[in-house]
């Protein structure tokens, strides 16, 4: 694989691109499940409506044929390693379809040993980007309707993976959203940057959604359900909400992968990725950490270095 990525502009995304992958994945899955090198693959199968692709455990060849990857295949299939699937784990190797981005989720969960590396059969895709939220799904991926995260995409390439599906493309003309996004709030007075996610955190309804998305929230007891004793205040009214989110926040830090699947599910249209990369530039400056494609022996707070910032320590 080239280690360096093509760069392409958004307005010449060809449709074929995507075909293209579609078609080495199909190959590689079916041949993987023909020569029973996995028992099944965690992938991306077309959606009920037009231009949609649904996440899909596939366990024969002849449904591997129908594997879709497409600008729709945004879901991080990481997840269905650590909840709703992860039974299959137990009944052998498994291959999965990552992207970049979620190869970040992917590599963080072996370093949690929540998976082994060695039971992980990685179909890695180089990716042009996917979908932005609500966006027309029947018209071709360009520079107005790609995902917010794909505009300052750096992980492309699916480096770690077993097999590359695709010819590494990036797109050279995109301008960043969520970095000037987040530059501005940094730039606010405490008090209104405080009034900023009070406005965000009061619509919150409590949905889980975000929770449930996430690779990394796979507590099987969560602290923010309803305990005995009760953590953290489970309706959604302000004080709730707020510790909601500063514990999803806290917990999360130097774990996310900065997929922002939690965003993209969030029926409030709450900014939770702002907070992710807020928090992942926390850990940048003071740990000189971030996550990446590739596992990482231990995460920054599961870890003492001499050399760590102790100004913490009053
Ligand atoms: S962030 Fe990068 S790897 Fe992830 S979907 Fe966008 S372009 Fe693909
Ligand atoms: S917190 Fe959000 S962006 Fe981070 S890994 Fe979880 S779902 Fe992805
Ligand atoms: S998905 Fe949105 S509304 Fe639902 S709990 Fe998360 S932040 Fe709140």
């Not at 691109?17 to 020569?35: D, G, M, N, P, S």
């Not at 997840?79 to 699937?85: R, S």
């Not at 995109?174 to 955190?201: C, D, G, S, Y």
Request: aromatic fraction near 6%; charge should be positive; proline fraction near 6%.
């Amino acid at each position: 694989m080239n280690s360096k990525a093509q760069k392409i502009k958004a307005a010449s995304i060809d449709p074929a691109y995507y075909e293209a992958v579609t078609q080495a994945i199909r190959l590689e899955a079916v041949k993987l499940l023909k020569e029973e090198t996995v028992v099944a693959v965690v992938g991306y199968l077309p959606g009920r409506r037009r231009g949609t692709a649904s996440p899909a455990l596939v366990t024969n060849p002849e449904q591997a044929a129908n594997l879709i990857f497409s600008p729709a295949c945004a879901n991080n299939l990481s997840v269905y390693l650590t909840k709703a699937k992860k039974g299959v784990l137990q009944k052998g190797r498994v291959a999965i379809v990552a992207k970049g981005c979620d190869m970040r989720a992917v590599a963080g969960l072996i370093g949690e040993s929540q998976i082994k590396r060695d039971d992980l059969y990685i179909i890695g895709v180089a990716c042009a980007g996917v979908y932005g939220f609500g966006t027309d799904r029947s018209q071709p991926l360009t520079a107005a309707n790609i995902a917010r995260k794909c505009r300052e995409c750096n992980v492309h390439l699916p480096e770690g993976a077993d097999f590359a599906a695709g010819t590494p493309a990036e797109l050279s003309d995109l301008t960043p959203v969520e970095a000037e996004e987040m530059a501005r709030i940094e730039a606010l007075p405490q008090a209104e940057r405080w009034a900023f996610w009070k406005e965000h955190f009061s619509r919150c309804i409590r949905c889980m959604a975000c929770r449930q998305v996430c690779p990394f929230c796979y507590c099987e007891q969560c602290l923010c359900d309803k305990n005995r004793p009760q953590a953290v205040e489970s309706s959604p009214r302000p004080a709730g909400n707020t510790a909601w989110h500063i514990v999803r926040a806290m917990h999360l830090a130097g774990r996310c992968g900065g997929c922002a699947e939690c965003e993209r599910v969030c029926p409030m249209d709450i900014p939770l990725n702002l907070l992710n990369r807020r928090m992942a530039k926390e850990l940048k400056e003071l740990y000189d950490y971030e996550s990446t494609r590739v596992p990482q022996e231990k995460g920054p707070l599961t870890q003492y270095k001499e050399n760590d910032d102790q100004s913490f320590i009053k």
